[in-house]
């Protein structure tokens, strides 16, 4: 997940979230889905995502306004006040549980809110409800800059229950064609195990590469996912 701060599946398998359509969380903060590209606060959604997040990682609008017409994608707006204060956008995984969190971003002035905390305490309570796995992708502090920032944000995760896997060095792809992110994945889900079999995250990692990031099976970053090993512990 980037936080600063395909076959047409029905809405019944991809829409979960839409069972909850508004969430009030007081007087002042509600979170709500989009469903249409006309909703009145779609394009400021949009121009907050491309404010927030470097384009190295920016999946194109084109794609996300794709996903959100045939709900492979969902988009969820919060408020404050009525005014719009945070974005996220979701992937159910087609033919499993898990469910990307891609992207949450906040206005810089309403942080302080901390809006964003409290839509991911929503969230997980619902996938948890729902039986599902939420994932989490997240930069690795062993590379690049900003090392202590990176270990506070995955102690963060963590402290909502996340789960590392452990030793998995997770490929981010370059999706302006520029340089791939080292990266781990985290999970959070309803289960006590201690481990994950290797062929659930191959699965895993397969479906994020073709399903979120519209990449070919036959370019060469699908080629780690053979090298992952049986039995990664959640840590």
Known sequence: MRIYGRVQLSK????FLYKYPMYPTNSQIEFKPIQHLDHPDFESAIALYEQTFPSPGQIPIPWIQEGVLTQKTQLW???????LALISILYPLPDSNFILL?????????RNIKIGSQFLNYLIDLVKKESK???LEVEHPD??????????RIAFY???????LQDIIYIFP????????EMILMIIDNSNSENIQKKVIQKLVRELYIEVYHLH??????NWIEDIQDNIALI
């Open 158 to 164: 963590k402290r909502l229950g996340a789960k590392e």
């Open 133 to 135: 796995t939420l994932v």
């Open 77 to 83: 707006l919060g408020y404050f006040q009525q005014e």
């Open 217 to 222: 099976p036959d370019q060469p970053i699908f």
């Open 12 to 15: 019944l398998e991809t829409g």
């Open 102 to 110: 891609a992207y949450l971003a906040t206005v810089p002035h309403l």
């Open 174 to 181: 370059a999706l302006d064609g520029t340089k791939t992110t």
């Open 143 to 152: 590379f690049g800059d900003n090392r202590e920032l990176k270990q506070r």
